[in-house]
């Protein structure tokens, strides 16, 4: 099968400031990778470099086997990004408007058919917030709102759903609750990428790792990232605190 991300060795610089140095690594179609690394390493840039949002200065990327400059991502990526669910969101818009969006990449210019509006209720149903789909997002809490964004993702029938830390400001249960759902989602077939600081929950969630510090240092299933030094190198280069998870 053709992967969903190819990188080859890839670098992006913000003016002379280096942010990813040659990374090269393949994500094959149902893997569920959990992207680590420091604050400030990189992941968000390589996200945005794997989808298109930013031009390498150096390296090829690939997306569903195509050159990602030419791939018009449309409906087979779902983004959440970072903080979605932290920012109160300043337009008025109501729950089912925010996951209808979703549907844009197929609607084209014309009105919503009979399966965009199945594909929205369908996508509310299974995130579980069919009862908020009148509230407006500015009224809903981190929890709720990252369900939306997860419904509205959905609602695009995507088959890459790329998230960057998308639990920051959602409380504990609603986490859980998150994480057993993009392990169903990925169950069914749906190629996870997810940035998220707890590494607990990577190397119980993901079943590959990629552990970055400007540079790739780790790349492979979950085992071998957790038999490595990948984790103490990564974040010894910055010098910051590993804070290990204890279930
Ligand atoms: P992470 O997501 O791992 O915290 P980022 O990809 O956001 O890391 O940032 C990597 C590096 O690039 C950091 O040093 C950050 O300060 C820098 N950086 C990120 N975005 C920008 C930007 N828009 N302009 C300049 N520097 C940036
Ligand atoms: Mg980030």
């Known amino acids: ?12 610089a913000y003016g002379d400031s280096v942010a990813v140095r040659d990374v090269s690594l393949t994500i094959e179609a149902g893997d569920f990778l959990g992207l680590v690394g420091p604050n400030g390493s990189g992941k968000t840039t390589l996200l945005h470099l794997m989808l298109g949002l930013h031009t390498p200065d150096e390296g090829t990327i690939r997306l569903f086997g195509r050159p990602v400059e ?11 990004s970072q903080q979605a669910t932290n920012r109160g969101g300043t337009m008025p818009v109501t729950v089912r408007e925010c996951v209808t969006m979703g549907r844009f990449a197929h609607v084209g210019h014309g009105r ?69 759902l993009l392990d169903g989602l990925n169950d069914e077939g749906i190629t996870i990428v997810l940035i998220e600081h707890d590494i607990g929950v990577v ?45």
Do not use: W
């Open 112 to 180: 919503l058919t009979e399966a965009d509006r199945d594909a929205v209720a369908n996508a509310m149903e299974t995130v579980g917030i069919v009862n908020l789909a009148d509230r407006l997002m500015t009224e809903l809490s981190g929890g709720q709102k990252q369900r939306a964004y997860i419904a509205r993702a959905l609602a695009s029938e995507a088959d890459l759903l790329a998230l960057d830390e998308p639990t920051v400001g959602v409380d504990a249960e609603s986490r859980d609750a998150f994480y057993a």
């Open 1 to 12: 099968m053709t992967p969903v991300v190819e990188l080859d060795s890839v670098s992006f």
């Open 70 to 80: 030419e791939f018009d991502a449309g409906g087979r990526v779902g983004y959440v």
């Open 203 to 247: 190397t119980d969630r993901a079943d590959h790792v990629a552990c970055i510090n400007t540079e790739l240092f780790h790349h492979g299933d979950t085992e071998s990232f957790v038999e490595s030094d990948a984790l103490e190198d990564a974040y010894g280069a910055t010098g910051q605190v590993v804070h290990h998870h204890h279930p």
